[in-house]
């Protein structure tokens, strides 16, 4: 879903900044992050309960869902951190590559830095 032009790249990409945000207002209200934190399982819930699910399922994605949200988040960055690190490599390539070419005409040339007479 991170391709421009899938249904949920939008929300991909809010979810970057919002994150930051939040851990902003976590590392300035340690207290709010806290009852956030303890709210979630509440939060799982109330999303199961619309969708008319028995209590079992509702507990048991009440139980799992901070669990998910954790590794969801995690997978997010360290997606993102792959995407970055394979541009980074593939921009050094280029620029030595570009470099060896470079190289190899100047020698080819004959070296034009020599003086002639």
Known sequence: Y????TRFFALVLAYFPLSLLALLVAIRRP???LRAAA????AFAAAALP??????????????GPSWLIAMCS?????LWLVLRDRLKARQSEARQSE?????????AGGTDRLTA
């Open 31 to 33: 207290r709010l992050a």
């Open 39 to 42: 709210l979630t399982p509440l």
């Open 51 to 64: 969708l008319r699910r028995d209590r079992a399922t509702v507990a048991s994605l009440a139980w799992v």
């Open 100 to 108: 060896a070419r470079q190289s190899e005409a100047h020698r080819n």
């Open 2 to 5: 991170g391709r421009p032009g």
């Open 75 to 79: 997978g997010m960055w360290y997606g």
